[in-house]
């Protein structure tokens, strides 16, 4: 039991803020997936480490510093690329959008590879000698702070978007671009906003993450796909989703692991996958549609 | 004499680009050994650009397993080499197996928007990386596969290889350039940009994308097939995620006007690839120009080339005009003798029909909810035939609901649509084929096509297949340099179509006209295929006075030979004055039928509208 739920609930966890992260951006940019999501991950992870270990800086300082390499990563992704190239491409949908967003992957990989080396940077655990046990279940201080920093993320996410000023800008902007514009809705501001919050969360995945495996530049592939797959697993359209398709994935992953071995983890998940796609498509969670006009 | 020079050597340069570029690689990978490993790598690239050319230009669609699908066609060859079926056989395997698998994908999210194929095909190439590590006595896992190269016994040499690949590049080429100006493919251009569009003139979008992600597949195999013949060898780095990724930009770089674009993107790609390779930062720098290639060259590299030679060509032809005889114009003179003679049969036949069913349209008991939001309860009626039924109603009444359930864009809860005796079943296409034609509230037409060619893509209603062999053959059929290119400005049924509308200016693009022009066009492409039922969503909408009269004087026209017309409208003065009988809707019932003055008068219909009793 121990063996299952605690990976199955930091996995979960990890996952969920990575998927919730891609789904920020994508619903204030109206459907648009950005593939360096993953890498912000990474530069946090890879940033706060490699700080802590090169400058000896007190571990508060560098986890703020991680966070804010995701955070300045995001930004520059949406300033420099994909704001000029949803305007660019707007007739013609999301796709060219995208295709730059595979280019960022790059751009951000190799700036991680040039700042941080190439090879795996392996964080310390935060508190590595606080160790609890309660309904018998065992686990680190680590453990707890990643649980629970996936819980409060999500609940503040949710209750910005859903109660406060910016957070309903930001999905208004998502829904319907141009009504948004002839309105007279900060547009860009909004989507500022959404790059923020999701470079924000991805820096705190990024240093959440770090300690437990290790981070490579490479590594933000990982994130991208379980953040992808979560995402539209749980349904795209609300905060419950990400966390929802997070852990449906990590149960798969961490069971079918442990029992049939960790080469069937991926044939089930595509198997999962595309039953849920053709028998719910608007995946676990789904928004509750008001009536198309 | 210069410039006559100048202008032949632009316009062929412009015309046969791509063939010569093909012709120099091949020169290039000819002349020495090192070159030719080079260049077949570059052949591959292009093959695979060519592979999701369809897919991803025509049908807009992202798949991200084209590298998996290539790993299969590689994989196979190599398997098969070292048991006694014989590497050869592995090629037609492995397009069998991508194509498989593609079809099982695209299946499980063809409903659903791009995404989720993107999704889907993401796991396809973990999955497929995972299985060529974990089978390892089929696949040799990590260390990959060697095998010797030789067909039927016979030794493959890398020149032999070269000049396949070529041939192959050439006549994949030239079947993408006949589909893209076929009928065919401006229909699946059309798809791309609007759904509902494509399946109102009879395109069964789920269907046709489908198929061309088959078809895109069976062509990253060969590319596949192609990459492990020319090195005796099968890695899985060969074929993982990165490339898959890669060549999304193919055809990207290139340009995605035409299908020598992957060529050259492939070349260009190769190029920095080996550049990036030869020094550190080079991957920064890729992704740095890729990024500044979508921003900058948003319509790729031989689209600019191709556009920068054609302005040079057209300076120097008007030069030359100036010192001729004034020529005929190049297009088609119109035929409308021929033309009038065609109208006649086909009209003469919708007649016949009519004669034999005096209620062309019943609908029974419709019904359709949203959530827990009525937007059509238990609504029926009939439509005579020759009229002009309108339907009136306060906004969120049903009336474009109606439309969608009608034409099947939605699928009704309940309740059944008779079409001239035949109960309708299936989506949208099938009931477009059965002879019911729509416009929507918000033109939905292509943006890139001509107004007339966009006109003429109704007729693909009169010739789409409805099974699945049907219309693959009917793919293929366009994919040959014979088939002829789709209606256009100059083709009679095109312009008597216009002349009948309205419409001046059928070579004028799409993107450039008014609001006015793309409400009249979409009636065009409605009409073209002479439907039995036509249905107007919302015809009146944004028009002015003077384009007004001219839908009005279209629909009038249009009654004399057709079954019956369907309009929805806010315009009740405009119906009234138009339509034989007006079905007015409240909250999804109907609360009156009749003659306009007939329901005017109805308590209902004066509650609904003016809140009295």
Redesign the interface.
């Known amino acids: 039991m121990n063996e299952l739920v605690i990976p199955i609930l930091v996995t979960g966890s990890i996952t969920a803020l990575a998927a919730l992260s891609f789904q920020l951006i994508f619903r204030a940019t109206g459907g648009i997936f950005d593939f360096a999501v993953g890498q912000y991950v990474v530069l946090a992870g890879m940033g706060s480490v490699f700080l802590s270990s090169e400058t000896g800086l007190p571990v508060p300082i560098t986890v703020g510093c991680g966070i804010l390499f995701a955070t300045i990563a995001a930004l520059a992704s949406e300033t420099g690329a994909i704001a000029p190239l949803s305007r660019l491409y707007r007739t013609t949908g999301a796709f060219g959008p995208v295709l730059g967003t595979v280019a960022l992957l790059w751009v951000w990989e190799q700036t991680a590879r040039l700042l941080f080396g190439d090879r795996p940077l392996i964080g310390k655990p935060f508190f590595a000698d606080v160790r609890f046990a309660a309904t018998g279940l065992r686990f680190t201080a680590h453990q707890l702070i990643i649980i629970l920093s996936a819980v409060v993320v999500l609940v503040a996410v949710h209750l910005w978007l859903e109660y406060t000023r910016p957070g309903r800008l930001l999905r208004a902007v998502g829904d319907n671009r141009r009504a948004s514009e002839v309105l007279g809705l900060a547009v860009g501001k909004a989507r500022v906003l959404a790059f923020l919050g999701a470079g924000i969360i991805a820096g705190i995945t990024g240093v959440l993450a770090g300690p437990l495996s290790g981070l490579a530049p490479l590594s933000g592939v990982a994130f991208l796909i379980s953040g992808f797959v979560a995402l539209f697993l749980g349904g795209s359209g609300k905060t419950l989703g990400a966390a929802v398709g997070a852990l449906v994935l990590a149960s798969i992953n961490i069971i079918v692991s442990r029992y049939l071995g960790a080469a069937w983890k991926d044939y089930c998940v595509l198997a999962l996958a595309l039953v849920i796609f053709a028998l719910r498509p608007q995946g676990i969670v789904a928004p509750t549609k008001r009536r198309p006009s | 004499m210069v410039k006559e020079l100048l202008l032949n050597l632009t316009h062929g340069l412009r015309r046969a680009g791509g063939p010569l570029f093909l012709l120099v690689t091949l020169a290039y990978g000819l002349r020495d050994t090192v070159n030719t490993e080079l260049v077949i790598l570059l052949y591959v690239y292009a093959l695979l650009g060519l592979a999701i050319y369809v897919p991803m230009i025509l049908t807009?669609q992202?798949s991200l397993a084209y590298a998996a699908y290539a790993g299969i066609g590689g994989y196979s060859v190599a398997v098969l080499s070292a048991s006694n079926v014989g590497a050869f056989w592995g090629v037609p395997i492995g397009v069998v197996l991508a194509g498989a698998t593609a079809f099982?994908?695209a299946?499980?999210?063809s409903?659903?928007?791009?995404?989720?194929l993107?999704?889907?095909t993401?796991?396809?190439a973990?999955?497929f990386g995972?299985f060529l590590?974990?089978q390892a006595d089929l696949t040799g896992g990590a260390d990959g596969l060697t095998f010797t190269r030789q067909i039927f016994g016979i030794p493959v040499s890398t020149t032999a290889l070269l000049i396949v690949g070529a041939v192959m590049i050439w006549i994949i080429v030239f079947a993408l350039e006949s589909l893209r100006r076929s009928e065919m493919g401006k229909g699946l251009h059309l798809m791309g940009g609007s759904r509902p569009a494509a399946e109102s003139v009879g395109l069964n979008t789920v269907r046709f994308r489908i198929l061309s992600l088959i078809f895109g597949a069976a062509i990253a195999s060969l590319a596949g097939s192609l990459l492990a013949f020319s090195r005796g060898l099968v890695l899985p780095d060969s074929f993982h995620?990165e490339l898959a990724?890669l060549i999304?930009?193919i055809p990207?770089l290139g340009g995605k006007h035409t299908p020598w674009g992957c060529l050259v993107g492939s070349a260009l790609l190769v190029y920095v690839l080996e550049v990036a390779r030869s020094f550190g930062?080079g991957?920064?720098l890729?992704?740095?120009g890729?990024?500044a290639c979508?921003?900058f060259f948003?319509g790729g590299i031989a689209e600019r080339l191709g556009s920068a030679l054609s302005a040079l060509e057209s300076k120097l032809q008007s030069k030359k005009i100036q010192t001729r005889d004034e020529t005929p114009g190049v297009g088609v003179v119109p035929q409308p003798a021929e033309a009038e003679r065609r109208e006649t049969v086909s009209m003469n036949k919708v007649r016949e029909a009519a004669a034999s069913s005096p209620r062309p349209l019943i609908a029974r008991g419709l019904s359709k909810t949203?959530?827990g939001?009525t937007?059509l309860h238990d609504v029926s009626f009939e439509l005579l035939q020759g009229e002009i039924l309108g339907v009136v109603g306060p906004?969120?009444a049903g009336k474009?609901t109606l439309i969608d359930v009608l034409t099947g864009i939605q699928t009704g809860d309940s309740g059944e649509v008779v079409l001239q005796g035949n109960r309708l079943e299936g989506g949208a296409s099938e009931r477009a084929l059965a002879g019911l034609s729509r416009t929507f509230q918000h033109p939905q037409l292509s943006?890139e096509l001509t107004v007339g060619e966009n006109i003429g893509l109704g007729l693909l209603r009169l010739h789409t297949s409805r099974s699945w062999i049907g219309m693959a053959l009917q793919m293929m059929r366009s994919m040959f340099p014979t088939v002829k290119s789709g209606r256009d400005a100059n083709d009679p049924i095109t312009i008597e179509i216009g002349r009948k509308i309205g419409i001046e200016g059928l070579c004028e693009d799409m993107a450039s006209t008014s609001f006015g022009t793309e409400k009249l066009t979409e009636i065009g492409r409605a009409l073209i295929s002479q439907p039995s039922v036509l249905l107007m969503d919302e015809p009146f909408a944004g028009l002015g006075k003077s384009e007004i009269d001219r839908v009005v004087d279209a629909v009038e026209r249009w009654r004399q030979n057709a079954l019956g017309v369907i309009i929805v409208d806010h315009n009740i003065d405009l119906l009234s004055g138009i339509c034989d009988r007006l079905l007015v809707l409240d909250s999804g019932i109907v609360i009156a039928c009749g003659r306009p003055s007939e329901v005017f008068s109805s308590p209902h219909v004066q509650k609904a509208y003016f809140g009295r009793e």
């Open positions: 807009d992202v099982l994908v299946l499980a999210t409903r659903l928007s791009s995404y989720f993107a999704v889907g993401l796991l396809v973990i999955a995972r590590l974990q995620l990724f999304l930009f990207l930062p991957k920064l890729y992704g740095l890729v990024l979508v921003l948003s949203y959530g939001v937007a906004n969120g474009t943006g």
